[in-house]
Structure formats: structure tokens, C-alpha cells
């Protein structure tokens, strides 16, 4: 496998015809030096002005839509979205917790379908938060050497049953183990979202410490799907266009998080 890394100051998105390299200053698309790596972007980039909304196309849109559009939640969700697609893990390293506001009842706020897209950059893997155990040791058995984001799904926040933020805080700072059946053990970084109905109870300084939460607001819900409010399906009803004004905002993300860090909610 030989794609470019990520650094602390650069953010690398491989396509077919190049790659992007993202910086606090922009991005630019480089042409490759060897063969294109495995594992490339099943796409072209092209690049796109990104200066008002209207040019961040829809998933651009469902962002503003999700962060309540309030100026300053979006800024702090797409610096968020740059967080979570930097490949990059000898800094302080933090999990990103999605939840519904308390004015949603019903949920289907757009949680799973915001993280599902980051899986057209980057590799992600997602997991059914009410099965996770800690303690099984094929816990992690779907995870594969060049996954890069893990997402588990729909925790359990409330009840005898409830998610123990304790158990991931290692996993979030450090390596972690992943066996499967059959095959050598190996370990490996990755990037952590979960995902809950409300927000994760942190109670020490250390859950507090690597926990990043973000409340969407109830723009979507059962009575608003994003299906009905743009009439496609994400992804799968995306022409060339389209793609290019996702590409760019996933860019631009990446570059507002080189410049600003993760911005607070």
C-alpha cells in the first residue's frame, strides 16, 4: 500500500486522477509520482469554488441543516468533520459523540447518514453500539488493517445496560488490538464516533478529556427525512457534480480543522 500519509499540518485524499493535499492554506491537486495506491477514491476530483452555500451542495446543506444554521455550530461540526477524516493519531486523540436534541423525541435526525458519509473518503467500519462488548476479544473482528474511522452505532445511555464510556477510553489514545479467526492479531489506529440518542455521562477528568459531543438539531425526523427535504438519496443519486461539491466541502472541512482545531459547540 503505497498512499501518502497524513501529517500533523496535511490532510491526503487519494483520487483517480491525483491526489489533494489539504493544509491550513487551501488544497491542491497533485498528480502521482508512482501507480495511483490501492485503495483510491472511486472518483475524480474537480475542483469547485467553495464561497457561499449554494456551493457546498447537499450534504454541505444537511451540515448547515443539522447544526441548527447557527453560524458558529457549523463551523464547529465541519471542524469536527476534519477531526474525524485526519488519518493522523500522535496528538491528543479524541472520540466525536452524535446525539439528538431534547426537543427530538422520535430521532432519525440524521446522525447515521452524517457519519455513512464520510465513508466515501475515508474507511470506515460501523459497529451495533448495543452489542458492543468490551470484553470479547473479537470485538473488533470487522475491523481491517486499512480501516481508518470506527462508528459505533446507537449506544445504549440509559438502564442497567448502559454504555460504559470506560471501556473505549484506551482504545480512543492508544492502539488496538483487533483478532479475528484464523488470522495473526494485529494493532493499529483508528478514529472513534459514537453514536447515541443523548450525550455520553462523563463524570472523570479523563472521559471528559476524550469526549467531543455535538448535539444535531431537529431540522430532520420522522415527519422530515433528508429524502424528502432533497428528493435523493445520498451517495447512490449524486451525479459528477455533485460528487465534486461534496469532494470540496470534505476539503474545506479538513481545512478549517488545520486552521482552527477542533472549534467548541
Known amino acids: 500500500m503505497n498512499y501518502l500519509k497524513d501529517t500533523k499540518d496535511q490532510t491526503i485524499f487519494h483520487f483517480q486522477n ?131 474511522i470506527v462508528i459505533l452505532d446507537d449506544i445504549i445511555t440509559k438502564g442497567r445496560n448502559k454504555f460504559n464510556f470506560d471501556d473505549l477510553l484506551s482504545n480512543i489514545s492508544e492502539e488496538i488490538t483487533v483478532k479475528k479467526l484464523y488470522e495473526k492479531p494485529f494493532r493499529k489506529f483508528v478514529k472513534w464516533s459514537v ?10 477528568a479523563s472521559q471528559q478529556e476524550r469526549i467531543i459531543s455535538f448535539e444535531l438539531s431537529d431540522y430532520f425526523g420522522i415527519n422530515n427525512s433528508p429524502l424528502d427535504e432533497y428528493g435523493l438519496w445520498f451517495g447512490r443519486d449524486f451525479n459528477e457534480d455533485e460528487w465534486n461539491r461534496y469532494y470540496n466541502f470534505m476539503c474545506y472541512c479538513s481545512s478549517l480543522f488545520h486552521r482552527r482545531g477542533i472549534i467548541t459547540a
Request: charged residues 25%; negative net charge.
Open 18 to 148: 491525483g491526489y489533494i493535499e489539504v493544509t491550513a492554506n487551501g488544497w491542491e491537486l497533485k498528480p502521482y509520482t508512482t501507480e495511483m495506491p490501492e485503495g483510491a477514491i472511486d472518483g475524480n476530483f474537480g475542483f469547485r469554488s467553495y464561497i457561499h452555500m449554494k456551493d457546498a451542495g447537499v450534504f454541505g446543506d444537511f451540515v448547515w441543516k443539522i447544526a441548527n444554521q447557527d453560524h458558529e455550530r457549523f463551523l464547529s461540526l465541519c471542524s469536527i468533520i476534519g477531526y474525524i477524516n485526519h488519518d493522523f493519531h500522535d496528538c491528543d486523540l479524541k472520540a466525536i459523540n452524535l446525539t439528538d436534541s431534547p426537543q427530538n423525541k422520535s430521532g432519525r435526525s440524521g446522525k447515521t447518514l452524517f457519519t455513512n458519509m464520510l465513508s466515501y473518503v475515508r474507511k470506515v467500519v460501523s459497529m451495533n453500539g448495543k452489542d458492543f462488548d468490551a470484553k470479547d476479544k473479537f470485538n473488533y473482528q470487522s475491523i481491517n488493517r486499512d480501516t481508518q
Open 195 to 204: 453514536i447515541s440518542p443523548s450525550p455520553i455521562n462523563t463524570h472523570t
